[in-house]
């Protein structure tokens, strides 16, 4: 039976994200309600600019006090889409005490505060759903949360920035420059308000930390999460990566250690086979996969940034979230019962492609060699290509821990014969 009181929404923001959410709001009013069994209502609009048009948005709703809009009483659902940590945790928790339940998309502030903002859901009864934080359009926060509460996850690894994706592929497709493709990534609504949240990693690593924690029950936080960026990839990277039958992806890589004792959560560019399903994640879309020890091995595939898509996760979230506040119930809280610590990225067992510039002359191989078994590290592959007394040497490494292949580089930059370390990138996916 469908309710005739409306239930109200908030919504903090209206850029990218926040547009596209009103305006489903409103051209699916009806479905909206059906679905939910109430009618929901758009009841204000929290904005920095007040004199921009905003079509669809009729101007008595907005406001330029998101606080006095959250501190209304009559709200029942805030909708975060602004952004970065303040004003928005305390908009947040503002929201909580004041009788509201909160759909965000804020990954950046629950990756260094979710622990604090689920407690504060909880003390006032309320939800928080996030489904828009990682990933975007793609199911994943519930999948994990609900669907996957029942089995025991290992592995999570994926593709979970858009806008690195969008530019490591145009410069692997089409040649095109790093800065080009950010900017044609930007105009297209998918980098965050500052890119270098992107193309440093930190982005990924937010949703890194926030997939572990959930799949592994724990608790995982941005500074836990290894972190290197893309922008030092160069086109000889993807030369050499092509060599390899390879591309480069910016991956999330979230692991249980095999006795369960511990987890690891990193991001970095890394070489993938062509043959393995991330390779051929092209543009914005993102992909993860997930390993269960019932399950097997899911893989979640979508678009992963714009503000179309990730308004269908936002909406998706105000849909469950109405639908508890009707029934007097609540989504799953944070669980984190695990407790387990998180490794150091040392302790990470990956291989390594390395790439030398080197002198071309008797034993030089048998040199660099040595420096490799000294770290206890086995070579794979070695290929040689040489000029004019000078020579580069591509190396790709047998796996072995992280800290025994970073002192193997260390030691390999002292030798007098080795000129340079052109470039070192892991190598995934086989
Ligand atoms: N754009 C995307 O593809 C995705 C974005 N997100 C997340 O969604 C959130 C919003 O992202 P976008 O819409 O892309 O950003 P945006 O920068 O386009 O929009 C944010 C809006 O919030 C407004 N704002 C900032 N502080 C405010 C305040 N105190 N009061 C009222 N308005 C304020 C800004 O003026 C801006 O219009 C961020 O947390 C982002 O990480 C998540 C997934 C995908
Ligand atoms: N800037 C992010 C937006 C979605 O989370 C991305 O590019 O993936
Ligand atoms: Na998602």
Redesign the pocket.
């Given at each position: 039976m469908m309710r005739t009181r409306p239930l109200k929404v908030a919504l903090?923001?209206?850029?990218?994200?926040?547009s596209e959410v009103a305006r489903i709001m409103t051209t699916h009013a009806d479905d909206l309600a059906a679905r939910i069994g109430a009618p929901v209502e758009l009841a204000g609009v929290?904005?920095?600019?007040p004199d921009k048009v905003r079509g669809g948005v009729p101007a008595e709703l907005i406001t330029t006090d998101?606080t006095a809009l959250v501190k209304r009483g009559d709200i029942d659902v805030v909708v975060e889409?602004?952004?970065g940590i303040e004003?928005a945790r305390t908009l947040i928790t503002t929201a909580f005490e004041h009788g509201a339940s909160v759909v965000s998309?804020?990954?950046?502030l629950l990756a260094q505060d979710g622990a604090a903002l689920y407690a504060a859901a909880d003390q006032h009864g309320e939800d928080l759903y996030y489904e828009?934080?990682v990933a975007?359009a793609i199911p994943l926060i519930r999948p994990l949360r609900e669907s996957l509460a029942g089995d025991k996850i290992n592995r999570v690894m994926g593709i979970v920035n858009?806008t690195t994706n969008f530019i490591l592929d145009k410069m692997d497709t089409s040649g095109a420059g790093y800065s080009e493709a950010l900017d044609e990534a930007t105009a297209l609504?998918?980098a965050?308000?500052d890119p270098t949240a992107d193309v440093e990693g930190f982005d990924a690593a937010a949703k890194a930390a926030i997939l572990a924690g959930i799949a592994f029950h724990t608790r995982v936080r941005l500074d836990d999460v290894y972190r290197e960026g893309m922008t030092e990839v160069t086109a000889a990277d993807f030369a050499s990566a092509k060599q390899m039958g390879c591309t480069i992806k910016l991956l999330a890589i979230c692991e249980r250690a095999a006795d369960g004792g511990s987890v690891t959560a990193r991001v970095h560019p890394a070489m993938i086979p062509l043959s393995h399903p991330l390779a051929s994640v092209r543009e914005a879309y993102n992909a993860v996969f997930v390993e269960a020890e019932a399950a097997g091995r899911l893989m979640f595939y979508g678009p992963g940034?714009?503000?179309s898509p990730?308004a269908s996760a936002v909406l998706g979230d105000l849909v469950a979230v109405c639908r508890n506040k009707l029934n007097g119930a609540n989504g799953p809280g944070e669980s984190a019962y695990t407790q387990l610590p998180v490794s150091p990225m040392g302790d990470v067992v990956t291989r390594y492609h390395i790439s030398l510039d080197v002198a071309d002359k008797p034993g030089v191989l048998a040199q660099v060699a040595t420096v490799f078994a000294e770290h206890g590290v086995s070579i794979d592959t070695v290929r040689q290509t040489g000029k004019d007394g000078e020579a580069s040497l591509v190396v790709v490494t047998h796996r072995a821990p992280d800290a025994a292949l970073s002192g193997t580089v260390e030691a390999l930059r002292k030798l007098d014969t080795v000129r340079g370390v052109a470039s070192i990138m892991r190598v995934e996916g086989e």
């Open positions: 903090l923001g209206c850029g990218v994200v926040g929290a904005v920095r600019r998101a889409v602004i952004g004003p998309a804020n990954k950046a828009a934080a975007g858009g609504g998918y965050e308000a940034a714009g503000g990730t």
